[in-house]
């Protein structure tokens, strides 16, 4: 993880500030994040429309007390582009209540105008290691990544994830009809 660490700040040049929190984003991030995760569709996955859904910071807060009240931990690594003040990338991982041992990497983005700067891997290697501090219970990490983000399945098997299994998303256009006659 070192190595990896050093290879990603080197590849950034200093250009680039680390963010973390667990459950609650900051105020201060709150709408940048939404904006993120707003971005996220736009390198969705060819032929399905995932960009009806729009963030905001009260939904982004709605989410957090779900998830809180569920029990779920979330462990977040930000990266900030210091030139611009703007956060470029995220990652987060979720710890259920009843299973600490088993986590699951949810969201990695990175804008796409600062990408070629390893900020993927560099997130994703900070995000484990405080994830190892905060939980030490964790055993088994989940992730998964759809087969053309080619950067993300390269840093997943530089951090020794293997292929667990594989799946589809699927979705049917269904026709307009309007209100029933009968």
């Known amino acids: 993880m070192e190595e990896l660490e050093t290879e990603a700040e080197e590849a950034n040049g200093g250009r680039y500030r ?3 929190w667990t459950d609650r984003c900051p105020d201060e991030w709150l709408e940048a994040v939404a904006a ?3 971005s996220a569709g736009e390198d969705g996955v060819p032929g399905v429309d995932d960009t ?3 963030f905001d910071g009260g939904i982004l807060r709605e989410a957090e007390d779900v998830a809180i009240a569920q029990g779920r931990r979330t462990v977040v690594t930000a990266v900030e582009h210091l030139a611009s003040g703007q ?6 991982i979720s710890v259920l209540a009843l299973r600490p041992d088993v986590v699951f990497q949810d969201d990695t983005m990175v804008l796409r105008e600062h990408r070629g700067n390893k900020l993927g891997l560099l997130i994703k290697v900070a995000n484990m290691e405080r994830l190892s501090e905060q939980f030490p219970d964790a055993r088994v990490l989940y992730t998964w990544n759809a087969p053309e983000n080619r950067y ?3 840093v997943n098997l530089q951090l020794g994830f293997t292929t ?3 799946t589809g998303i699927w979705q049917k256009e269904l026709p307009n009809f309007g209100p029933s006659n009968s």
């Open 36 to 38: 993120l995760e707003n």
């Open 18 to 20: 680390l963010h973390h």
């Open 52 to 54: 009806a859904m729009v």
């Open 164 to 166: 667990a299994g594989v």
């Open 152 to 154: 993300l399945l390269k």
């Open 87 to 92: 956060l470029v990338g995220l990652t987060t």
